[in-house]
């Protein structure tokens, strides 16, 4: 009896843990860098549409005139849309329009409650239709980390979407926060528990196996649609990368960067990045 009462305290007292250390994952980002289209020259339009569970979401819209063709683009966990108009003027001189938003609980949308994935599907659902109704059908999907697994995770739930690109996006987020852990000298072991431990809790919160919504358990079922994966071999938080690489079905591209970090290759190779990018856009959107 003494057994089973300390068993059932130890099982409170892990749950509890769970809940409040989610919270590191799930809190909401306020924006901390407030920037413009406007800046690089650009005409754009601020919109609001909603997620698909009706959550309010707030963007840019920066048509190209005469383009047929639209990227969605999907920012990283905890910032915003912001920083990622330095890709802006590549896209529009290619001829594409674009669609940027803040994701729920992040910057300008609504919401308290990230999950990286699982609920930001329904994100991309909202803005996918946006982009339908503006009377675009073209479209393609352009994730940054936490954007690139959302994307890998929408893909197969958004059949109007046509192509994906993911610039480091992880293969696992168990992984991403074990190395999250240990970039911060938390033993293995330690951050192995610790990872484990705040996706517990985040699905106990949303009540949902949080575990079935790892990207490498969805990337295969966007096929036949082509995905890009950009690679950074110095990734710290994607080193199963392969894995990755080994679930996706054909049509898949691959830009292995040896000299690159976590999405860095933007910022090291510049301009062949927007080259890329670019050309798998031309050639299946």
């Known amino acids: ?39 690089v020259g650009l005409e754009f339009e601020e919109v609001n549409f909603a997620a698909a569970d009706g959550l309010a979401l707030r963007g840019w819209w920066v048509p190209c005139p005469g383009a ?12 915003s849309m912001d920083p990622d108009i330095q890709y802006l003027p590549a896209w529009h001189a290619a001829g594409f329009n674009v669609l940027m938003f803040d994701f729920r609980a992040h910057g300008r949308s609504a919401g308290n409650f990230s999950t990286v994935g699982y609920l930001e599907r329904q994100d991309v659902q909202g803005a996918v239709r946006f982009v339908l ?58 951050g192995v528990f610790l990872a484990g431990l705040v996706l517990c809790g985040v699905a106990l919160r949303l009540g949902v196996n949080i575990f079935r919504y790892e990207p490498v358990l969805w990337v295969g079922q ?9 690679h950074g071999e110095h990734d710290q938080y994607c080193p199963d990368f392969d894995e990755l690489w080994a679930a996706a079905q054909p049509i898949k591209e691959i830009w292995r960067v040896s000299e690159a970090g976590h999405v860095s290759a933007s910022q090291q190779f510049p301009e062949e990045h927007r080259r890329r990018v670019i050309e798998f856009f031309d050639k299946y959107l």
Do not use: N, Y
């Open 1 to 39: 009896m003494i057994l089973i009462d300390s068993l059932l305290t130890l099982l409170v007292i892990l749950i509890i843990a769970s809940l409040v250390l989610s919270t590191f994952l799930t809190h909401r980002h306020m924006l901390r860098d407030r920037r413009s289209p406007a800046e």
């Open 133 to 190: 109704t503006k009377g675009f059908q073209r479209i393609g999907l352009l994730g940054f980390s936490m954007g690139g697994s959302v994307s890998m995770l929408s893909a197969p739930i958004c059949p109007e979407v046509m192509a994906v690109v993911s610039d480091g996006g992880p293969t696992r987020l168990t992984t991403g926060l074990r190395e999250w852990c240990a970039e911060r000298h938390i033993p293995r072991p330690i």
């Open 222 to 230: 966007m096929a036949p649609r082509p995905i890009l994966f950009i």
């Open 68 to 79: 047929e063709r639209t990227i969605i683009q999907l920012h990283g966990q905890g910032g």
